[in-house]
């Protein structure tokens, strides 16, 4: 999350597993830190192909 933190958002991912990427920037962090965030992204990408690879492999 960048820019303006919120604390609820914030717990209700780490609850769900999700993943959370935190950059000092304003409300458009992939203007100024698009290296952090596309790989980020891509991270995120690969990881979710990944399961579905596993989940295909194992039916």
């Known amino acids: 999350m960048a820019g303006s933190y919120c604390p609820s958002i914030w717990m209700y991912s780490i609850l769900h ?3 959370t990427l935190t950059l000092p920037a304003s409300h458009v962090p992939m203007l100024s830190h698009p290296g952090e965030v596309s790989e980020f992204i891509d991270r995120a990408a690969r990881q979710l192909r990944d399961r579905q690879e596993e989940k295909s ?3």
């Open 17 to 19: 597993g999700a993943s």
């Open 57 to 59: 492999a194992a039916h």
